[in-house]
């Protein structure tokens, strides 16, 4: 099996530095554009046949070290009795604003709600049968009630910041729901089949350092702490968060996932002993020539500099108008690396 990515993980050495890429199943993919004219977003998602069709297109075009499954962090939320359709994100059918909303909440058994999530994770591990691992993922009980609260996606997020100062009970007891929500939903992944899990927390950076350890921190700990006795590694991305980096390393994740704002090199220096690091080209980066896309992925590898406990990705998801060259680039840069070559440079330069 080809364990990189998971040696990685654990902070274990490895023939070379792996490579996988948030939202690699997408729409920059002229295979999943042509698969999604065929069927809406959410039968995709809950058909396991087609949900790993469409975890395979990119594995197919680039060599990537991890599969991720196909869904979406706003699924599982059918548990709680939320609603909602995508268009092309997710917009709920009743925002939750009131206490009395989050108190008639119940939460059902992920294994009742989203049974297809668990049988296309066993199906996943069928087909690929070890050529990669895979990745099962959950976003992160504040990133969703950012959802909740606010009712559709929206830069800011204004009303659960709101709710956060004004009723932080409220939040609290939402963020509580959420959090036994997905600590099933992880669970239920790992029986199934997956090898890691990744928890998105893609609103964490609207929160200032003492609200990040309130109200996601806090949440996120305990998500760690269930599934922790199942023995598989765990990714914690914090977007937004080069000021949350520090606190974020006690939420006990075998990794943390950087945002393209951190500066990896002295992030690693500074914590490269307690957790391992994922990240963190900036998604934009992939607007350039492919040469210049192969020269920013080196830069961020030489500032690790092959150091154990580097998982190379993005610094969030990539964007659907990303060009097809630009990931090849950013594999081959990945793919040819070594360190001894970044010694044979600083020669050349001397
Ligand atoms: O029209 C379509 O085809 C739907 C577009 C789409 C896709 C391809 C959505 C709606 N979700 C997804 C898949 C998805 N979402 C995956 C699996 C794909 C992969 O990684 O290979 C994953 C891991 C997610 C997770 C997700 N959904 C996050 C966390 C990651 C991140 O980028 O921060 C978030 C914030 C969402 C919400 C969401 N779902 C869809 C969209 C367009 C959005 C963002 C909405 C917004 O702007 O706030």
Same mark, same amino acid.
Not at 208 to 226: D, H, S, T
């Given at each position: 099996?080809?364990?990189?990515?998971?040696?990685?993980?654990?902070?274990?050495?490895?023939?070379?530095t792996?490579?996988?890429?948030?939202?690699?199943?997408?729409?920059?993919?002229?295979?999943?554009?042509?698969?999604?004219?065929?069927?809406?977003?959410?039968?995709?998602?809950?058909?396991?046949?087609?949900?790993?069709?469409?975890?395979?297109?990119?594995?197919?075009?680039?060599?990537?070290d991890?599969?991720?499954?196909?869904?979406?962090?706003?699924?599982?939320?059918?548990?709680?009795?939320?609603?909602?359709?995508?268009?092309?994100?997710?917009?709920?059918?009743?925002?939750?604003?009131?206490?009395?909303?989050?108190?008639a909440?119940?939460?059902?058994?992920?294994?009742e709600?989203?049974?297809?999530?668990?049988?296309?994770?066993s199906?996943?591990?069928?087909?690929?049968?070890?050529?990669?691992?895979?990745?099962?993922?959950?976003?992160?009980?504040?990133?969703?009630?950012?959802?909740?609260?606010?009712?559709?996606?929206?830069?800011?997020?204004?009303?659960?910041?709101?709710? &956060? +100062?004004? *009723? !932080? /009970?409220?939040?609290?007891?939402?963020?509580?729901?959420?959090?036994? $929500?997905?600590?099933d939903?992880?669970?239920?992944?790992?029986?199934?089949?997956?090898?890691?899990?990744?928890?998105?927390?893609?609103w964490?950076g609207?929160?200032?350092?003492?609200?990040?350890?309130?109200?996601?921190?806090?949440?996120?700990?305990?998500?760690?702490?269930?599934?922790?006795?199942?023995?598989?590694p765990?990714?914690?991305?914090?977007?937004?968060?080069?000021?949350?980096?520090?606190?974020?390393?006690?939420?006990?994740?075998?990794?943390l996932?950087?945002?393209?704002?951190?500066?990896?090199?002295?992030?690693?220096?500074?914590?490269?002993?307690?957790?391992?690091?994922?990240?963190?080209?900036?998604?934009?980066? &992939? +607007?350039? *020539? !492919? /040469?210049?896309?192969?020269?920013?992925?080196?830069?961020?590898?030489? $500032?690790?500099?092959?150091?154990?406990?580097?998982?190379?990705?993005?610094?969030?998801?990539?964007?659907?108008?990303?060009?097809?060259?630009?990931?090849?680039?950013?594999?081959?840069?990945?793919?040819?690396?070594?360190?001894?070559?970044?010694?044979?440079?600083?020669?050349?330069?001397?």
């Open positions: 099996m080809n364990d990189r990515f998971l040696r990685a993980c654990r902070r274990q050495p490895v023939d070379r792996p490579l996988w890429i948030m939202r690699q199943a997408g729409r920059y993919l002229p295979e999943y554009r042509e698969l999604r004219q065929r069927v809406d977003f959410l039968t995709l998602c809950k058909t396991p046949d087609l949900a790993v069709e469409a975890t395979l297109q990119p594995l197919r075009r680039f060599p990537f991890a599969s991720i499954i196909f869904s979406d962090i706003m699924l599982p939320l059918e548990a709680l009795g939320c609603r909602m359709t995508f268009n092309p994100g997710p917009k709920l059918a009743e925002p939750v604003r009131t206490r009395a909303q989050v108190e909440m119940t939460l059902r058994p992920m294994a709600v989203v049974p297809y999530v668990g049988e296309a994770v199906l996943l591990r069928r087909e690929l049968d070890g050529k990669t691992p895979v990745i099962g993922f959950c976003g992160a009980p504040f990133t969703l009630s950012a959802y909740l609260v606010q009712g559709e996606g929206k830069e800011g997020f204004g009303k659960v910041k709101a709710m &956060l +100062f004004r *009723e !932080p /009970a409220t939040l609290e007891h939402l963020l509580d729901k959420l959090t036994m $929500a997905m600590t939903y992880l669970r239920l992944q790992i029986a199934a089949g997956a090898q890691a899990v990744q928890i998105f927390d893609s964490a609207l929160l200032a350092e003492p609200e990040f350890r309130r109200f996601a921190l806090e949440p996120v700990k305990r998500i760690v702490a269930g599934v922790r006795d199942l023995g598989v765990v990714i914690y991305f914090v977007n937004a968060g080069p000021h949350l980096v520090d606190a974020a390393v006690e939420a006990e994740s075998d990794v996932g950087l945002c393209w704002r951190s500066p990896i090199g002295a992030t690693f220096d500074r914590l490269g002993s307690r957790v391992a690091f994922q990240g963190n080209l900036d998604c934009h980066a &992939l +607007f350039a *020539e !492919p /040469a210049e896309v192969a020269a920013r992925t080196t830069a961020i590898l030489d $500032a690790v500099g092959g150091r154990p406990g580097h998982v190379m990705n993005l610094g969030h998801g990539i964007l659907p108008e990303t060009p097809i060259a630009s990931v090849e680039a950013m594999v081959s840069a990945v793919q040819s690396w070594t360190p001894r070559e970044l010694a044979a440079a600083a020669e050349e330069r001397a």
